[in-house]
């Protein structure tokens, strides 16, 4: 199935860094989504966007809607060892939720 | 704090057989939707449901595959003459919808292995 395409896939970075990802896509989205997955569960929900240059944050995270539509980052400032996982972007194209996902960004922290 | 909830986390079966998995979604949630993940990469959407009725399965859903929803709340899935290739995460999410601002929540999801 179709994937978004994220990037870095992965980095390793030291507690107290800022962090940085982003997402593309080579279609419209009409609302972004930024998740973080932990080994053995479910993806749990970030920040939501659904219009295009919003820029949101959730304390620590930024995340921001591109004005074409195309693409997405998320901003991890003064990173701490809990913020290990996987990122996850998602967008949707149409009226109903079903979402397409990104290949993940592995983020590491040593202390 | 009553989330998605998935049963049962792990499953291990041997090839051919079937298996069936439970989801009980939010509880004001109105849509359900199940994913699929494999090991290094996102989840992948396979079918939803608004209310009891399923509205959109995505080609990855064989016929081997089939969901239910009877009564509009929990859902199962179930895999008949289950394969190697079926062995992944199946992640269960619901939303309220309320137009195309309602965000997934996910559960914890099902493992199953097919040895």
């Known amino acids: 199935g179709q994937q978004l395409n994220q990037s870095p896939q992965s980095m390793f970075i030291q507690e107290g860094e800022d962090v940085s990802m982003n997402c593309t896509s080579s279609?419209?989205?009409?609302?972004w989504l930024w998740y973080k997955q932990d080994p053995g569960e479910g993806p749990v929900l970030l920040i939501a966007l659904y219009k295009a240059g919003e820029l949101t944050s959730n304390g620590r995270l930024t995340a921001q809607f591109g004005i074409t539509r195309k693409d997405s980052f998320l901003n991890i400032s003064a990173s701490i060892p809990s913020d290990v996982g996987i990122y996850f972007c998602a967008g949707n194209t149409g009226t109903a939720s079903k979402l397409t996902f990104g290949t993940g960004t592995r983020l590491q922290v040593t202390l | 704090d009553t989330g998605v909830s998935q049963d049962p986390r792990h499953k291990i079966t041997k090839r051919g057989q079937n298996v069936t998995f439970r989801c009980d979604p939010i509880s004001e949630h109105n849509r359900l939707y199940w994913y699929r993940q494999t090991l290094g990469q996102g989840p992948e959407f396979l079918t939803y449901?608004?209310?009891?009725?399923?509205?959109?399965k995505s080609r990855l859903l064989s016929d081997r595959f089939s969901a239910e929803r009877p009564k509009g709340s929990f859902s199962t899935l179930e895999i008949q003459r289950t394969e190697q290739g079926d062995s992944a995460m199946y992640l269960c999410a619901s939303s309220l919808a309320l137009g195309p601002n309602s965000p997934l929540h996910f559960g914890n999801g099902t493992r199953l292995t097919v040895t």
């Open positions: 279609s419209i989205f009409n609302t």
């Open positions: 449901f608004q209310n009891e009725a399923q509205l959109e």
